[in-house]
């Protein structure tokens, strides 16, 4: 592999109906195979996938830098979240276990927690392998077989883990891989092998599979967009709130979900926080997504960052001032003059109902805002269609606290920003979808309770 921004890495053939169809039926056959064995065998073979990943992490971050266009540094971070989260669900594979219940004259009842069947999972392009990982190690460990679609934007990565979970000696197909855009994806959801689907993207492909999964009355997990709120009080330490804003803004060139690209600012420290994260984001170096001191890399492909443009030049059309970059980036190596590169932008004077506030941009783009009151704040942070996450930043922890319990968010911050350990659930509210990635709440989106009731005497009958 070679960095080449704006040329084409490889060409893979879209996965019909027909390659859609032998995918699920090779995943079923695989499932009957791997829903029979204990939690414990399925255990050693995920903890042997995510020794594996753990062994091969440069080569693999490597190979999601160029998939994707983020920072080595990040992809690294990328494919330790992704071996951790196999351990996780490998060690909670042979736990799983239902209740049992005790009833009048000896009789009794129990529960067993079952696998669904095969599952779909549909990533997203902006955290490739991650994601597969986040699907497919609770799916596995619960017993289920997965078909997983890449984004067409980033197909690499996730068939090096499909090679892995062979390596690792999961049955043949129990986790396969297919490749394509819509299509692909329609197949898919209205496959009637399919027993479940889990999606992260956008708020309208959402929608439409939520549709083609009602006509079978399949479960969905989906994982959507946000417009999150990161709320700034006078009393926090600055040097971290501005760390933390820059953390909530621009990793993976600022295209992930549950950034916090709306900052809500108190007034009193509005100008001296400015400055001092304009100061720092005008510091982020852009480049080559290979070199050890690259902290931004590409977006996406040339569609995407022309969106992003079109975010700013309207912005400025609606009165926010651009405080520092938003411009395009080239960067001196020739090698690179085609890629899709832009410099970290910061607005001023914005207000809630500019569009660039309202819409997701999915773009290294922040909003400043400022606020004068705590009641106020938390009124308009939660006045968006989105609810995936929120940010607070105070020395006063029951300030912080009592705002987390009023945001409508799944996943909230205090004094941090985008960490999600996989031992806690991620997903979101309102619009930012439904359902469950991560932690133990993870696994009962890939299972399902039976009830058995066990008689132990006459049949009591009123006929």
Request: charged share 20%; glycine share 10%; aromatic share 8%.
């Amino acid at each position: 592999f070679k960095t080449c921004p704006g040329r084409v890495l490889c060409k893979l053939p879209s996965s019909g109906e027909k390659e859609v169809d032998l995918a699920v039926q090779s995943a079923k056959a695989a499932f009957k195979i791997w829903s029979q064995m204990s939690g414990m065998e399925r255990c050693r073979v995920m903890l042997e996938a995510a020794r594996i990943i753990r062994e091969q992490r440069e080569e693999i971050a490597t190979m999601e830098t160029i998939n994707n266009g983020k920072s080595i540094l990040e992809a690294r971070v990328d494919i330790d979240v992704s071996w951790q989260c196999l351990e996780y669900y490998a060690g909670l594979a042979g736990s799983l276990a239902g209740e049992h219940i005790q009833l009048p004259g000896g009789s009794f009842g129990y529960t067993r927690r079952e696998p669904l069947g095969v599952c779909v999972g549909i990533g997203a392009w902006n955290y490739p392998f991650q994601i597969a990982c986040w699907k497919s190690g609770p799916a596995l460990a619960c017993g289920n077989a997965m078909v997983f679609k890449p984004s067409p934007f980033t197909p690499i990565s996730v068939v090096r883990l499909a090679e892995i979970f062979t390596e690792a000696g999961v049955p043949k197909g129990l986790f396969n891989v297919v490749q394509g855009g819509a299509a692909t994806g329609q197949f898919l959801c209205q496959h009637p092998d399919v027993a479940k689907i889990s999606f992260t993207g956008s708020v309208p492909t959402g929608m439409k599979i939520m549709e083609m999964a009602a006509k079978g009355i399949k479960p969905v997990t989906l994982e959507l967009g946000g417009k999150s709120p990161l709320i700034i009080f006078s009393d926090s330490d600055l040097d971290n709130a501005v760390k933390g804003a820059l953390m909530a803004n621009f990793l993976t060139q600022g295209e992930v979900c549950c950034n916090g690209t709306r900052v809500f600012v108190e007034r009193k420290i509005l100008d001296t926080f400015t400055k001092e994260v304009v100061k720092c984001t005008q510091k982020i170096k852009i480049g080559d997504p290979l070199l050890e001191d690259t902290r931004m890399g590409a977006l996406i492909n040339r569609p995407h960052l022309n969106r992003v443009q079109g975010f700013i030049k309207q912005a400025k059309e609606q009165g926010a001032e651009v405080l520092c970059g938003g411009d395009l980036y080239v960067p001196d190596d020739p090698k690179l003059k085609n890629g899709y590169y832009m410099r970290p932008c910061v607005l001023g004077n914005c207000r809630d109902d500019m569009t660039c506030v309202k819409e997701e941009i999915f773009g290294p783009v922040m909003a400043i805002l400022p606020f004068d009151t705590e009641e106020e704040v938390v009124e308009r942070a939660n006045a968006t269609k989105f609810g995936l996450a929120g940010g607070v930043f105070t020395r006063d922890i029951q300030k912080a606290h009592r705002v987390v319990a009023a945001l409508k968010a799944g996943m909230c911050f205090i004094n941090n920003y985008n960490v999600s350990p996989v031992e806690l659930p991620f997903g979101g509210y309102k619009s930012s979808g439904f359902g469950r990635e991560n932690g133990r709440a993870a696994i009962e989106y890939y299972s399902q309770l039976k009830t058995v009731c066990v008689e132990m005497g006459d049949v009591e009958s009123v006929f």
